[in-house]
């Protein structure tokens, strides 16, 4: 069975605003579509995603960039009960936002690595969990069972009538 990544919110706009470890995004989304490797996100993402949108760009932009992140090779999870659990224990134990305790549930019930570039995730680093950097502030936090590696080379690009500009 391929290799299992979970996208935190930081790893998805990271690639639609071409901000530092778009490469490595690309690559994921690229061995997703080959079949080498196996991709998840939580749908809180698109909460995040949709919201940060509607203030910088308007409703219209927003829905344009859910409407691309959904038509990428990725299966959205939608938390059930085991998964807000396994979240709460996470939250208890590290000082994360509920909506990364959700996502770094997620990756630990499926047993994947999560794909991230966000600081408030390294709380789980910090307390033992591996990690392996990419790039600078590039991170990936595989759960004991996944192993940490890149599948595929890159050939995504995003659609010509799509620009989410940068959040800089």
Known sequence: MPDLYVLDTSAIVAFTDQEEGANEVERLLDA???DTCRLEACALSLMELYYV???EKGEDEAAKLIALVKAWPVTWIYPDERILLQAGKLKAAYRLSVVDAVVAAVAK???ATLVHKDP?????TIAGFPSSRWRAAWHIWPSTWARTRFC???TIHIPTDFSPGRRR
């Not at 408030?120 to 789980?124: D, G, T």
Request: net charge negative.
């Open 53 to 55: 949108a509607l203030q």
């Open 152 to 154: 595929g080379p890159p």
């Open 120 to 124: 408030e995730l390294e709380a789980l």
């Open 32 to 34: 997703a579509r080959a």
């Open 109 to 111: 019930l499926h047993q």
